[in-house]
């Protein structure tokens, strides 16, 4: 059995003595924390991180990835939390086992085979660190290794997310090794007897195809030495599920896939790559339109070779790869190469932010890219793919949904549905109830809780990122106004026409036409509408349709001069407050509930309330038709805001004071400015949020009982 004494020895080959070290107490940190635990199998629990940590070694990866693969499932199988792993093994190690401990809590369900993009996409985003992902394979290629006699149902369940998810994110990090494991371990567990005949027949076809391997190889080689090339020239496997995926998606017969023979000649430099591809050229004729160079333009994954296909002996194709040592671990491990080398080289790398080290190797295709000068295209995929800058959320059914970073519930619920959006009041991220603004995070899942009739709100779009949500509410904020400047354009243009003894019912429909024709309007709610908005005037109007109703309808003949006069409908507009964005209120009053108002009609803003002594409205008297008479409805809800300017004699303390009696009088403190007078005498400028004319003035009752306090002023601006 493989011990951690076995693993230590093979250490020794990279990692210095007091990291080894490390790993060793990791190991028996795991070891004592799944004490009692076993496979299923049978054996110790600790034997599944120990050859996890294994297969990380196989890759030379550094001490923190060993130590966290050993303590992988510590978190969620144990009690231990993250912060005691901390004290224990430092911050860094603490965090790589909370990130492989969140990507095992999320579990790709079948239903989302579908989604499986943006499952990778949703992995990658809730690694910070690029470690969390190889110590994750690990564990993934470990279990595959060990599926065993699970049920067959559970076993293609597991395969079939590791070739969705896992062996295609090794794909995308270049690992390939894994990539290949994982690949012919689901195909085996997903269809084990395509599996085993495939293996029959390769290895039938590999017995008959022997000599004629040895012989290209050994002519390859021989043309090398003549040529004075180093390199070595090395026979190649397809694996399985490559097979698999060629007859069935290309449908090719077995026997033409394997009559292709394949080779990697691996060399010491760049130079010397293009040297051999002369060289194997000269001795085979290449097959036109096959040779592929992906040293001047890599992969997006960094991959890295020359590829041709040459006419070998008596026509059958050989299909040849070049490339460095370099190349090849880096075809191999990908981005996981990176700790292979600087662990053979005397200068150890940091052991900070590996994410950064990854950017690192991002930058260094990015590098390659430039020198082989293509596209941007190929900069924006490798850095999407890799690090993508958005947030993948899971709705209550186990969708996916894609958003972008900093997203919130209002976002998500625009996604969904506009009508969802428009009627979200509330949400629940992780089953907690969450305010709406609550920046969402990758693997979250989030319901969005609605009422009928609820509708978007203001402040939304200070929060919103996303263009759908916020053109979604803007727009339905627009025609909530228009249908509130609609209802009070009605309001008052029958309260006008009741001062004509008619009202818009009473009208004959044909005057209401006639007018709206000759005002290029389309219909009663554009009329209504620019009443409301108080662009145009309910009085004059009122008159217009009144008068031509008068010389037409023989009933109304009692009223010949038409002249206003008080009737039914005359009594004041009620303000029920905030709900109608067609009345607003003065800034530079304030009017309370309570206290005495007029309305005036603003050019496109609809009413604004003024006191009724407000000396803005001065000059607006002189235009009476704009002029409202209104009256506060006794249901009003909302809050207020009210300037006070208080006189205060300096104290220290004062203003706490101050502050804790208003907040304990229900009202809202809005701003607080001091200013002093003198040594003695400091002017107190204070906007509180009251319910009304009342309630402030048991404010102000309360405030003139506090000692030092001087003249308190309802301010105007
Ligand atoms: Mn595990």
């Avoid at 190889?134 to 590791?162: C, F, Q, S, W, Y």
């Avoid at 690949?183 to 085996?188: G, P, R, T, V």
């Avoid at 019912?505 to 309007?521: G, M, Q, S, V």
Wanted: aromatic share 6%; proline share 4%; glycine share 6%.
């Amino acid at each position: 059995m493989f011990t951690i004494d076995d693993l230590a020895d093979r250490l020794g080959g990279y990692l210095p003595m007091e990291e080894i070290q490390q790993v060793r107490r990791a190991f028996y940190y795991a070891e004592q924390a799944h004490d009692g635990q076993t496979r299923r199998s049978g054996e110790p629990y600790v034997t599944h991180p120990l050859a996890v940590a294994n297969i990380l070694a196989n890759m030379h990866m550094d001490h923190q990835s060993l130590m966290a693969a050993m303590l992988h499932d510590v978190i969620e199988d144990t009690g231990v939390t993250k912060d005691a792993l901390a004290a224990q093994f430092g911050e860094a190690v603490a965090e790589l086992v909370d990130g492989v401990s969140k990507l095992t809590q999320i579990t790709f369900e079948d239903k989302a085979v579908a989604q499986a993009e943006n499952f990778q996409k949703m992995v990658m985003a809730m690694s910070q660190d690029i470690r969390v992902i190889i110590v994750k394979l690990a564990d993934r290629l470990h279990n595959m290794r060990t599926l065993g006699a699970l049920r067959p149902d559970k076993k293609r369940r597991i395969a079939r997310e590791t070739l969705e998810i896992y062996a295609r994110i090794a794909g995308r990090l270049g690992i390939n090794t894994i990539r290949v494991e994982l690949e012919d371990l689901s195909f085996q567990a997903i269809h084990p007897m395509r599996a085993e005949r495939i293996k029959r027949a390769v290895a039938r076809a590999r017995g008959n195809r022997r000599s004629t391997m040895r012989q290209i190889q050994s002519s390859l080689q021989r043309r090398l030495d003549e040529d004075d090339l180093t390199g070595s020239v090395v026979g190649r496997q397809k694996h399985l599920l490559s097979i698999y995926r060629k007859m069935h998606d290309q449908r090719k017969p077995f026997a033409e896939i394997m009559d292709v023979f394949g080779f990697r000649i691996i060399t010491d430099d760049v130079d010397n790559c293009y040297r051999i591809l002369g060289a194997v050229h000269n001795l085979y004729k290449p097959v036109p339109g096959r040779f592929k160079d992906y040293i001047a333009i890599p992969k997006a994954n960094g991959y890295q070779s020359l590829h041709t296909t040459l006419f070998g002996p008596s026509g059958m194709p050989i299909e040849v790869q070049i490339r460095t040592r370099e190349m090849e671990a880096m075809a191999n491990n990908g981005i996981a190469a990176h700790w292979l080398y600087k662990a053979g080289q005397t200068e150890r790398p940091i052991a900070v932010g590996s994410h950064a080290r990854a950017r690192e190797w991002v930058r260094g295709l990015l590098e390659m890219q430039r020198h082989a000068g293509d596209s941007l295209e190929f900069i924006e995929h490798v850095k999407n793919d890799l690090f993508p800058d958005d947030v993948y959320i899971f709705t209550p059914k186990g969708d996916i949904m894609e958003l972008p970073q900093g997203a919130t519930a209002v976002d998500f619920a625009y996604t969904v549905h506009t009508d969802i959006g428009n009627s979200c009041i509330a949400c629940r991220i992780d089953r907690h109830l969450a305010p709406l603004s609550t920046p969402l995070e990758s693997g979250q899942t989030l319901e969005i809780i609605t009422a009928p009739g609820a509708r978007p709100n203001l402040a939304w779009l200070n929060f919103v990122v996303t263009a759908k949500a916020r053109s979604a509410i803007r727009h339905a904020l627009k025609s909530q106004q228009r249908s509130e400047a609609i209802q009070l354009g009605r309001r008052l243009l029958n309260r006008a026409l009741s001062s004509f003894d008619t009202s818009l019912e009473k009208l004959p429909a044909e005057r209401l036409t006639a007018l709206l024709a000759e005002l290029d309007l389309a219909n009663e709610d554009d009329l209504l509408e620019t009443i409301g908005l108080g662009t145009r005037l309910a009085h004059a109007t009122a008159k217009r349709l009144a008068d031509a109703s008068l010389s037409g309808d023989e009933d109304a003949a009692g009223s010949p001069d038409a002249s206003p006069h008080t009737g039914p409908h005359t009594g004041p507009i009620v303000i029920n407050g905030s709900e109608s964005m067609a009345i607003s209120f003065a800034r530079c009053c304030h009017p309370l509930p309570g206290d005495p108002v007029i309305g005036h009609l603003s050019m496109g803003k609809g009413i604004v309330v003024h006191r009724h002594d407000c000396g803005n409205l001065d000059e607006l008297r002189d235009d009476p038709d704009k002029l409202v008479s209104l009256t506060w409805s006794n249901q009003i809800e909302q809050d207020f805001p009210v300037p006070l300017r208080i006189e205060v004699e300096t104290r220290r303390g004062l203003i706490a004071e101050l502050a804790s009696l208003i907040t304990d009088a229900d009202a809202n403190i809005e701003r607080i400015g001091i200013e002093e007078r003198d040594a003695r005498l400091s002017i107190v400028n204070l906007t509180i949020l009251v319910k009304g004319r009342i309630h402030l003035a048991r404010i102000i009752k309360r405030l003139r009982n506090l000692n030092h306090i001087g003249r308190i002023v309802r301010a105007r601006s």
